[in-house]
């Protein structure tokens, strides 16, 4: 291959020379994405778990904790024993750092791909589009004020996420589908067929009730956003300034904390990652890169 993609050189070479005593002298590697032999699923377990390990305790890591199962099925994926498309779900708070993460790694998986022509590398499923569309209550309570003063928009029976789970399998399953699209600015309106989307290699989704107990086993990868809840305030306080909430501000918050105490923070215990929502954005991608690396010496390898 002509084109070269620098995913951590130093890291890249010191994985590159293990795996060269790891795998058979005779064995060789196409240029192209290719399935990985089985027997080097033990070897890709433990450079992830060094890659980790190494996270957690990293003074500025972005890692909180992990399940060591995560590992395990992850390296299955990355070899090619797992053949199908992998899902990952990401929840937390509002303003975790869940959406601004999520974004994070499409991108950096999306440069990757790039890099080595992969198509169809990663498709989002946006859970914030699921909400049920409620403009004809809105209309005949008198605008959306009235509204939600008996409508709570803070539970997940407030999202279709059966019909996001639905959505997320049959991706997984390779079909093509189209994803509603919601209106965030206070319509509640739901387009329903509104976006195409094509299977992919990875499915991607964050919100708030994305690993909640309708949708959580879509997921093969669930990943819970901690943060302080000083910085979290903060983080919403700026937020609704911005959005000129005015003094509808705190009860939201409220409201939104209040919940998110039942529906919400339980995720973080069903989580195979539990990642700092108040890490450099850097990290994140760093951490990312680091695991493609891995996927590159295993199907790009010279």
Request: proline share 2%; charged share 30%.
């Given at each position: ?58 003074q ?22 797992i ?62 004020a009235e ?18 789970k ?26 329903d067929?509104?976006t ?6 990875i ?8 690993l909640?107990?309708k ?11 901690d ?76």
């Amino acid at each position: 291959m002509n084109k070269t993609y620098n995913i951590l050189d130093e890291e890249k070479e010191k994985n590159n020379e293990l795996f060269e005593q790891k795998l058979n002298s005779n064995q060789t590697f196409h240029e192209k994405y290719v399935s990985s032999p089985i027997n080097n699923i033990n070897f890709v377990e433990m450079q992830l778990f060094k890659i980790f390990e190494d996270e957690v305790n990293s003074q500025n890591g972005i890692i909180h904790n992990y399940k060591k199962s995560v590992v395990y099925k992850l390296a299955r994926f990355l070899t090619g024993y797992i053949k199908r498309s992998a899902s990952i779900g990401i929840a937390g708070e509002t303003a975790s750092g869940k959406s601004t993460i999520t974004l994070d790694i499409i991108e950096t998986i999306e440069l990757f791909a790039k890099a080595f022509d992969i198509d169809n590398i990663i498709t989002r499923v946006n859970t914030d589009d699921y909400y049920y569309d409620r403009s004809e209550e809105v209309k005949k309570a008198g605008g959306m004020a009235e509204f939600a003063k008996n409508y709570d928009f803070d539970i997940p029976d407030a999202l279709e996420l059966d019909l996001m789970k639905k959505h997320i399998s049959e991706l997984l399953s390779g079909k093509v589908v189209m994803l509603p699209k919601y209106d965030m600015s206070g319509t509640t309106i739901r387009i329903d067929n509104h976006t195409l989307a094509y299977p992919s290699k990875i499915i991607i989704s964050e919100g708030l009730y994305t690993l909640t107990e309708k949708v959580k086993d879509a997921f093969d990868f669930k990943i819970y956003v901690d943060i302080d809840s000083n910085i979290q305030k903060e983080r919403f306080f700026i937020r609704a300034k911005e959005r000129d909430l005015g003094d509808s501000a705190y009860n939201i918050y409220k409201n939104a904390s209040d919940k998110a105490k039942i529906y919400i923070k339980p995720c973080r215990n069903i989580a195979d990652i539990v990642l700092s929502g108040e890490a450099d954005r850097n990290g994140y991608k760093i951490f990312i890169n680091k695991i493609l690396a891995v996927a590159q010496q295993l199907h790009f390898h010279k």
